[in-house]
């Protein structure tokens, strides 16, 4: 760095340095996206850390979705409040081998909207890269906002070697996003891990035939025609609601879904080990 170096370029570049020796302590960087909103991204990047965790993995679950953040909650883990110790930011340890870490959780009132322009969004997801005390890891799993604005971008260019997992709905106004968002990797060279069909039929609890409210198969197809690896589906479960609502995950079900969960899981793995 020059000696005209502004005290802000100084603390950029030292910020930059800290972010890239984490990212070398960490094995695989993936970013939960979507097309579209309400698709259930948050509740698919929850339960791929808890079931990362669960097989012993050391998992870190970073929330950048700073205006609509769902991790905490879906964890039950809102008004924790910062805690800071020797200047590095401490992630909650939610079970032995899953750090987390989300500004409304952690630093926001519970139902308080942060009213944030881009740069502050960028500055706040370098700060929980390059603060926050996450030690080394197996996964960095990142849930960002739905569409391709800021947040994935900031993550697409502040992390090298990060992959897509797009999740998506079966019904085709979900579709034409998510094929924005594949659109949007190949653009920032993010390469997609693979892609998960959500809310795929619905299991009727009472009789056990299946209804595709939002159709079915459609997120399989688009993978197929992307030449994108598919990673699974899961079913409209009303215990996946009630589940996020009571801040508990999916390995808390009894249902067939914790399964299909499992799968996921396990294809995503071997993915990675291609
Ligand atoms: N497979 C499922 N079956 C039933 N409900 C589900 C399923 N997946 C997610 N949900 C529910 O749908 C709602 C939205 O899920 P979630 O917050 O994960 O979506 P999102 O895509 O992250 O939303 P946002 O666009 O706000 O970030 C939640 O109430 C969640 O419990």
């Not at 056990?208 to 699974?232: Q, R, V, Y």
Request: negative net charge; proline residues 6%; glycine residues 10%.
């Amino acid at each position: 760095m020059s000696c005209n170096a502004t005290a802000k370029d100084r603390d950029f570049e030292a910020q930059r340095q800290k972010i890239e020796q984490f990212l070398q302590t960490v094995d695989h960087k993936l970013l939960v996206m979507s097309g579209k909103g309400g698709v259930g991204k948050s509740t698919v990047a929850t339960n791929l850390a808890v079931f990362l965790s669960n097989q012993g993995y050391c998992v870190g679950l970073l929330d950048v979705d700073v205006h609509g953040p769902s991790i905490a909650g879906l964890l039950g883990l809102t008004g924790l409040g910062l805690n800071v110790i020797e200047n590095r930011i401490q992630p909650y340890q939610y079970a032995e081998n899953l750090k987390v870490m989300s500004i409304q959780g952690f630093l926001g009132q519970p139902d308080a909207p942060l009213i944030w322009r881009g740069p502050m969004k960028i500055g706040i997801i370098r700060q929980f890269l390059g603060d926050v005390d996450w030690g080394p890891l197996d996964f960095l799993i990142i849930d960002s906002p739905p569409g391709t604005g800021d947040e994935p971008l900031t993550v697409a260019q502040t992390i090298p070697g990060c992959q897509a997992v797009i999740v998506t709905t079966p019904q085709e106004i979900a579709l034409a996003d998510v094929r924005k968002s594949i659109q949007f990797c190949r653009q920032v060279k993010m390469p997609v891990l693979g892609l998960i069909e959500n809310m795929s039929g619905f299991i009727c609890p009472d009789c056990g035939s299946t209804h595709a409210i939002f159709k079915s198969g459609g997120g399989e197809k688009t993978a197929a025609d992307w030449n994108i690896p598919f990673l699974g589906k899961l079913p409209i479960d009303p215990g996946v609601v009630t589940a996020g609502d009571a801040g508990r995950a999916i390995d808390s079900l009894t249902s067939h879904t914790k399964e299909e969960m499992q799968q996921i899981v396990e294809r995503m793995i071997r993915q990675l080990q291609n």
